[in-house]
Each structure stands twice: as structure tokens, then as C-alpha cells.
């Protein structure tokens, strides 16, 4: 028995059920780290970047990000699973409650599997959910020396082998987003500003901000040529990868930066208005994920709470004249946002629409629809 944990009692010291019927399966690390664990969720291998979040709560949301799309998420929370996974609920055909509409890591870490859960909506629980995507789980892993391991080294390679071996995989030389990105143009909701949302594996929860505004929201493919299009405003999404994979979204990104409409971006699309730009991004060495990341609005004493996700950042020092770092993280100093100088483009690396995590920087749609109406206004009277 792998668990690092007393296999009876979890860490709150309640009753586990004993699993007879647990296998064993391996996470081997590129290092040639081989942790011993138990099999939750597929008994399957998978291959993909091992990263760690310290969120303590939202696997659902995590799960379905599309932004975890070919990663191992190690949880560092102590016990997962413990509330189960919600029921589908579907509001303008998208998703209430997930970030989309199936489950995008490519395999899930955990110290203590809860096989127990208890919880007013949940639905199902996250072993059987895990299995529904053929996605394996490996828990009694002690995932606080796991992650020590990676702040230390960098993210690395991984892979969780059950029976058949797989070769390691870098997930970071796929086009990602081509693989998450929706087909199809999709419009939602019938508010006054004409929205381009620019979806590179966008999470239901910034649908679900533009939604209760005053919004209609025109959902196009990552490569879309939306230069074409009629709209008062320009969103670029979140995105699995990296964002130097986005070629087509860039060149069509430079166009709309000659023009005056707004644009807003969040993580990989913050990425993208840099590249855009003509900045440069880099890979961090393990990344930013969690409900606690502390940003500074430049210019400010003031400090947000925010929800991140993100491997990679925006190099200010690479940034022509006429952009400036909008937000920076107070733990490392690294960009968290970017704006320019005089026209209403702004971006952000963390998550304003959270889900989960604090929403204390929703307001930044607000900010971003105030822009849009100021260009609106401003071009009624040229
Ligand atoms: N959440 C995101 O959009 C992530 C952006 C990018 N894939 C990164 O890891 O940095």
C-alpha cells in the first residue's frame, strides 16, 4: 500500500474505506523520480508536464480548464475528491458550473482520494468522473515533497504508467489551442456591445461575466480572421501551451492593434497582445497556479488577490515604448498584465473571472465595456 497517509483515516482523522480493490500505478518524472501511489479515476497511462497548484478547492473548474490541456496537475491540498463532482447544468447551451465541457488535463495527482464525498450539488464522484474521460488519477503520493522537487528542478516531464509503458511528451510543442479552440462561430446573449471573443480555449466563467453585461458575445475560433468582422470590442481568451504557437491569432491581433477598438486579454491572451505587440515571452520555471497570487496595479500601493494558471510571461523589458506593464506579481516580480500608453488595450496574466478563486478583479470587465462605450461614443462623433 503506497499511501502516505494511514490508509483508515484521512487527515481530518475520519473513516476511509478501505479500497480492496486498488491498483498500483507509477508517476516517473524525467529526473528518473519514480513515486509509487494507487490507481483513482482510469487505470490508464498517460504522458504530459507535471505542474502543482496550490489551490485548495475547485478541482471541477481546474479539471475542465482548457488551459491544463497535456499537464499532470499535482494538487498540493492535502485530501481531494471529498466533494464530489457537480451535475451538468447548462445555461445558453455552455456550461453553469465547469469551464468546459469535458475534462482537459491529461492525468491528476493527489496525496489522499476522498471515496467518500458528500456535498449539496455534487453529482458523482471524481474517481468515476476521471474514469468517464479516461483520465488516470494516482493518489497516496506525498505531493508536498513532489512539489518541493519542482520548484526546485523547474515543471518537468512526466507520466503516470499503469500496466503498458508510454514514451515522456512535451506538451509544449503541440498547438494546443488548435485542439481546445471551438469550431464554428458562436454568438450568445443580445446586449448592446458587440463582442469578438477570440476563443483559444476560453473558461465558460468569462462567457458567464460578458453574459451578465451588456453584451452580445460573437465566439470565434482561435484562427478566425475577426478583422472582418463588425464589433465594438475585442477579447482574447485563456489557452493551453505556448502562446509563440498562436501565429494566426498574432497576425490577426496586429491588425486590430492599428485600430482604436478596445481589446482585453487574459493569460495566454495577455500573452498573445504582447507578442502582438512585438514583446517577447518566456517560459517561468514552474509556473503561477493557485487562488492566492498577489498583483500590484503599477503605479500604486494597490494589491489584488488573484487566480492564476499560467507557465508562461510576458518579458516587459522586451515591450516597445508605447506599452507599459500594468500589473506585477508581488512573489517574483514577473508581469501580470500589460497596457498601452495611450490606446484602450489592456491585458491581464491572471484570471479577473477566477472560477475558482477571489473575484476581486471582475471589475476589469466593467473597466473593459467602459472603454468600449468611450470608443463608441468617440466614433459616433468623428
Ligand atoms: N491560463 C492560460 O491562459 C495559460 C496561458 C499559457 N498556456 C501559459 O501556461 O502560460
Given at each position: 500500500m503506497a499511501s502516505s497517509l494511514p490508509k483508515e483515516r484521512g487527515p481530518g482523522g475520519e473513516v476511509h474505506r478501505q479500497n480492496d480493490m486498488s491498483q498500483t500505478v507509477k508517476l516517473i518524472l524525467e529526473d528518473g523520480t519514480e513515486i509509487q501511489g494507487e490507481s483513482f479515476g482510469a487505470f490508464t497511462s498517460a504522458a504530459g508536464e507535471v505542474v502543482f497548484s496550490t489551490a485548495m478547492t475547485g478541482y471541477p473548474e481546474n479539471l475542465t480548464d482548457?488551459?491544463?490541456?497535456g499537464q499532470i496537475l499535482v494538487l498540493t491540498t492535502p485530501m481531494v475528491g471529498n466533494y464530489g463532482v457537480p451535475g451538468e447544468d447548462l445555461y445558453e447551451s455552455i456550461s453553469k458550473i465547469f469551464e468546459s465541457d469535458k475534462i482537459h488535463i491529461a492525468g491528476l495527482v493527489v496525496n489522499y482520494y476522498s471515496e467518500e464525498h458528500s456535498h449539496w450539488n455534487a453529482a458523482k464522484s471524481l474517481g468515476d468522473w476521471l474514469k468517464e474521460y479516461n483520465i488516470p488519477g494516482i493518489c497516496g503520493v506525498d505531493t508536498r515533497m513532489l512539489t518541493k522537487k519542482l520548484r526546485e528542478k523547474g515543471a518537468m516531464l512526466g507520466k503516470i504508467v499503469a500496466e503498458d509503458d508510454v514514451p515522456f511528451h512535451d506538451p509544449n510543442l503541440d498547438n494546443l489551442v488548435a485542439q481546445v479552440s471551438q469550431p464554428g462561430v458562436q454568438h450568445f446573449g443580445s446586449g448592446q456591445h458587440k463582442i469578438v471573443l477570440v476563443d483559444c480555449g476560453t473558461k465558460t466563467n468569462i462567457i458567464r461575466c460578458f453574459l451578465e453585461r451588456d453584451v452580445e458575445l460573437i465566439r470565434v475560433p482561435w484562427d478566425y480572421d475577426f478583422t472582418t468582422l463588425d464589433y465594438d470590442g475585442l477579447f482574447l481568451s485563456n489557452g493551453p501551451g505556448d502562446p509563440k504557437m498562436c501565429e494566426a491569432t498574432i497576425q490577426h491581433l496586429q491588425k486590430a492593434l492599428q485600430q482604436d477598438k478596445p481589446i482585453f486579454g487574459i493569460c495566454l491572451g495577455s500573452q498573445l497582445m504582447g507578442l502582438a505587440a512585438g514583446g517577447d515571452t518566456f517560459k517561468l520555471k514552474y509556473g503561477h497556479r493557485s487562488h492566492n497570487q498577489p498583483v500590484k496595479l503599477t503605479g500604486t500601493q494597490r494589491c489584488y488577490i488573484t487566480s492564476q494558471n499560467h507557465g508562461f510571461a510576458v518579458d516587459t523589458e522586451t515591450l516597445p515604448a508605447d506599452w507599459t506593464m500594468l500589473f506585477e506579481n508581488l512573489n517574483d516580480g514577473t508581469c501580470e498584465g500589460i497596457k498601452h500608453k495611450t490606446k484602450p488595450f489592456f491585458s491581464t496574466q491572471f484570471h479577473p473571472e477566477a472560477a475558482g478563486g477571489p473575484?476581486?478583479?471582475?471589475f476589469l470587465f466593467d473597466d473593459f465595456l467602459k472603454a468600449v462605450v468611450a470608443y463608441k461614443s468617440n466614433a459616433g462623433t468623428k
Open positions: 482548457p488551459s491544463f490541456a473575484e476581486d478583479t471582475e
